[in-house]
């Protein structure tokens, strides 16, 4: 971090190199979709990189970067709802209620899921369970209490099977 700082090229490439990986899957399961999650990616290194001056070395940059990345999404997903019209992806799928499920399709049905959550929702699940931050590190990134993550988490979950069940899952 030292040597980004100063200006070193090979540094910012090894940053880019060790967070790509987590940001894009965040913004992935943010945004829906891994062209707009690759978009947000680089423009959360851009916005970063422009503004490593700023960053301030008593917290991890790894907070610092994933809040970065988290607002990218989060905006991006704002825009594209005003420019785009909304797709009812809340339609059954014909399948038994108690049938198996392949494992695709119950990827896509979680990623449905959290799409139908609210950004709020959605962001504290994401950073909870497919980046498997603690509650801590997800209060410093969103900037918010701890109390509110646990809150909006307990209550993003809940929203999350209440969907998941609605459309035949059964957990």
Not at 14 to 43: F, K
Not at 54 to 78: G, H, L, T, V
């Amino acid at each position: 971090m030292e040597r980004s700082l100063s200006g070193d090229r090979r540094a910012l490439e090894a940053l880019v190199g060790e967070y790509q990986r987590p940001l894009y899957n965040a913004a992935y399961r943010i945004l829906g979709n891994p062209d707009d999650a690759a978009d947000a990616t680089q423009s959360s290194f851009v916005k970063a990189f422009e503004h490593l001056d700023s960053y301030d070395p008593k917290y991890k940059f790894f907070s610092w970067i994933y809040r970065i990345a988290i607002n990218e999404a989060i905006n991006q997903s704002r825009r594209d709802r005003k420019h785009e019209p909304l797709v009812d992806n809340l339609a059954a799928v014909n399948a038994a209620p108690d049938s198996t499920v392949e494992s695709d399709d119950l990827e896509r049905w979680i990623q449905d899921g959290l799409m139908a959550l609210t950004d709020e929702y959605r962001t504290v699940l994401v950073l909870r369970h497919f980046s498997d931050l603690s509650y801590r590190e997800i209060s410093d990134i969103l900037e918010i209490p701890e109390k509110t993550v646990k809150s909006r988490l307990y209550s993003a979950r809940q929203s999350m099977k209440e969907w998941l069940v609605a459309d035949g899952i059964h957990l």
